[in-house]
């Protein structure tokens, strides 16, 4: 789940899912670095995300990772 920005009605941050995979290795280690790929379950929500952007991982409500976006391919088809 990836804070990304958008807020829930209530005025809390909303999250958005996206299917991750590690371009290096299979699973960032802890505290470790690594380029990942992001593909969002609902594209239309990340339209927004651009370079330079920090976004937030989460696993329930405590923060997991961070990440920096580094491109944005728009979805195909």
Same mark, same amino acid.
């Given at each position: 789940?990836?804070?990304?920005?958008?807020? #829930? $009605? +209530?005025?809390?941050?909303?999250?958005?899912?996206? @299917? /991750?995979?590690?371009?290096?290795? *299979?699973? %960032?280690? *802890?505290?470790?670095?690594? +380029?990942?790929?992001?593909? %969002?379950?609902? %594209? #239309? @929500?990340?339209?927004?995300? @651009? $370079?330079?952007?920090?976004?937030?991982?989460?696993?329930? @409500?405590? /923060?997991?990772?961070?990440?920096?976006?580094?491109?944005?391919? $728009? $979805?195909?088809?």
């Amino acid at each position: 789940m990836w804070d990304i920005g958008h807020l #829930s $009605p +209530t005025g809390e941050a909303a999250v958005n899912m996206a @299917r /991750l995979w590690g371009e290096d290795m *299979p699973h %960032p280690e *802890p505290g470790g670095r690594d +380029t990942v790929r992001l593909v %969002p379950l609902t %594209p #239309s @929500r990340w339209k927004h995300v @651009r $370079p330079g952007q920090r976004i937030t991982m989460h696993e329930d @409500r405590t /923060l997991a990772d961070t990440a920096v976006i580094l491109e944005v391919h $728009p $979805p195909c088809c």
